[in-house]
């Protein structure tokens, strides 16, 4: 198995340019190729450049929020959620008009202590202040999804001949509120559990103030993200673990080997 990357990381690394794919020479074929980039920058050029190169197996990330998102509140959500629809369609008519088997895969909310912009970005802020914001019971339903679980089915999608031009919700292994979540990020922290429930009133009026004085940061924050603890965004994995043995673990997020530096990187 080899990756590709934008920059060297070790020996198992090549270099590939997604504006330049023609440059990519790898001097060996391809036929199964695993993509962990946003699925909306699969260009026909880059995808025809990796059919030359061998590829007759595709497997690529999208996201739920295909699902929840459509309707959000703020325009650059919904931007988001246009370009991963329109990469969805624009990925398997072109491996379909040219043979490559697909499979997408769509996950929930990601986590990876210390890398992810989620659960990292929640003890983040509790390593900081001591609490948790929420708004109202934050009694929406999460299933977050460790990436090591994601990486695993992808790998297993990729040898499986039955997930061959489908699409599947990857979810969780455990489903619980978001009060219940963030209640878990405590504990993990070492810390007893301090959520304080914040009128929505007043978490629009703090939005606006940032809006202002740091613009350019609604896809990251906003006030659909803190709507959204009261809904439900749980999905069906049955399909997945029918066709491919789909097992992810539980939500046992681990800061052991994390701290508040890695942390604020992560969020910046």
């Not at 934050?138 to 990436?147: E, K, N």
Request: proline share 7%; with cysteine; glycine share 8%.
């Amino acid at each position: 198995m080899r990756f590709t990357s934008r920059k060297p990381l070790d020996n198992q690394s090549l270099i590939l340019n997604f504006e330049a794919p023609e440059s990519f020479r790898p001097g060996m074929n391809f036929c199964t190729v695993i993509v962990c980039t946003p699925i909306w920058l699969l260009q026909e050029k880059l995808l025809n450049h990796l059919v030359k190169v061998g590829m007759t197996r595709l497997v690529a990330f999208s996201s739920t929020s295909v699902f929840t998102k459509g309707d959000s509140e703020t325009d650059e959500e919904r931007v988001v959620v246009g370009k991963l629809s329109a990469g969805e369609k624009s990925m398997i008519d072109f491996c379909e008009a040219r043979g490559v088997a697909w499979t997408i895969l769509r996950p929930t909310l990601i986590y990876d202590e210390g890398f992810d912009e989620n659960v990292t970005r929640m003890a983040a802020m509790i390593r900081r202040f001591g609490l948790f914001p929420v708004c109202g019971p934050a009694d929406g339903l999460r299933q977050p999804v460790h990436a090591r679980d994601l990486a695993q089915a992808a790998i297993t999608v990729a040898m499986t001949g039955a997930t061959r031009n489908k699409a599947y919700n990857v979810p969780g292994g455990e489903t619980l509120t978001y009060r219940a979540m963030a209640g878990r990020i405590f504990s993990a922290l070492g810390r007893k559990p301090l959520i304080v429930d914040v009128p929505q009133w007043a978490w629009r009026l703090g939005f606006g103030m940032l809006d202002i004085l740091q613009p350019g940061r609604k896809l990251k924050r906003n006030i659909g993200m803190v709507l959204r603890m009261n809904q439900d965004l749980r999905f069906d994995p049955a399909p997945a673990i029918a066709d491919f043995g789909y097992a992810p673990g539980p939500f046992t997020p681990d800061f052991s080997e994390t701290g508040p530096d890695r942390e604020a990187s992560s969020v910046r």
